[in-house]
T-cell receptor, first 114, second 115 residues
Framework: AQSVTQLDSHVSVSEGTPVLLRCNYSSSYSPSLFWYVQHPNKGLQLLLKYTSAATLVKGINGFEAEFKKSETSFHLTKPSAHMSDAAEYFCVVRRNSGNTPLVFGKGTRLSVIA | DGGITQSPKYLFRKEGQNVTLSCEQNLNHDAMYWYRQDPGQGLRLIYYSQIVNDFQKGDIAEGYSVSREKKESFPLTVTSAQKNPTAFYLC??????????????FGQGTRLTVV
């Protein structure tokens, strides 16, 4: 079985400061990992994904994440927050073989203060 | 433009009524999914389908039903048996692959409110 734990339900940063959203995963199999972003009352947009290639993954809008197998983590970072980054972020895991559905964390709400 | 269309965007239902949420995709994806979103709960899987005329229950299927008569369409019916149907519902699709690294694409959601 797969699961993800997002360690913070809410993160608040000042504009221009770094962003760190933490995610730990559990998987009985080699996992694929994703980060999605959701703006209020909208669908989800893929930020980036890890699929057993490079452990440092770059995504859209300046976000990146690093897969650390020894720590079972996949934290999302961005060097400098922008007001438009304020949204809900979801860490997602999927078994890396077969076509199993995505399993979502409970989300982290990111607030950006001017 | 290719994508997933959910309708309606907002839906109000009286207690005891069944309602059907529409989901259509033109991405030529074989797999389609329904998720329910509640504040602080993340997304929970209701049903999914990997091929026409076949579907599987997810984690919270009770009180819901689906059909998959066409590749493009995967409607969700919220029945009167669903005790707490007020939520945001998201439909998604993906290709079917033996490799798990394929992402899902999401519609814009339907917000259902029981009045």
């Amino acid at each position: 079985a797969q699961s993800v734990t997002q360690l913070d339900s809410h993160v608040s940063v000042s504009e221009g400061t770094p962003v760190l959203l933490r995610c730990n995963y559990s998987s009985s199999y080699s996992p694929s990992l994703f980060w999605y972003v959701q703006h209020p009352n909208k669908g989800l947009q893929l930020l980036l994904k890890y699929t057993s290639a490079a452990t440092l993954v770059k995504g859209i809008n300046g976000f990146e994440a690093e897969f650390k197998k020894s720590e079972t983590s996949f934290h999302l970072t961005k060097p400098s927050a922008h007001m438009s980054d304020a949204a809900e972020y979801f860490c997602v895991v999927r078994r890396n073989s077969g076509n199993t559905p995505l399993v979502f964390g409970k989300g982290t709400r990111l607030s950006v203060i001017a | 433009d290719g994508g997933i269309t959910q309708s309606p965007k907002y839906l109000f239902r009286k207690e005891g009524q069944n309602v059907t949420l529409s989901c259509e995709q033109n991405l030529n994806h074989d797999a389609m999914y329904w998720y329910r979103q509640d504040p602080g709960q993340g997304l929970r899987l209701i049903y999914y389908s990997q091929i026409v005329n076949d579907f599987q229950k997810g984690d919270i299927a009770e009180g819901y039903s689906v059909s998959r008569e066409k590749k493009e369409s995967f409607p969700l019916t919220v029945t009167s048996a669903q005790k707490n149907p007020t939520a945001f519902y998201l439909c998604a699709s993906s290709i079917v692959s033996g490799w798990g690294g394929t992402e899902a694409f999401f519609g814009q959601g339907t917000r259902l409110t029981v009045v």
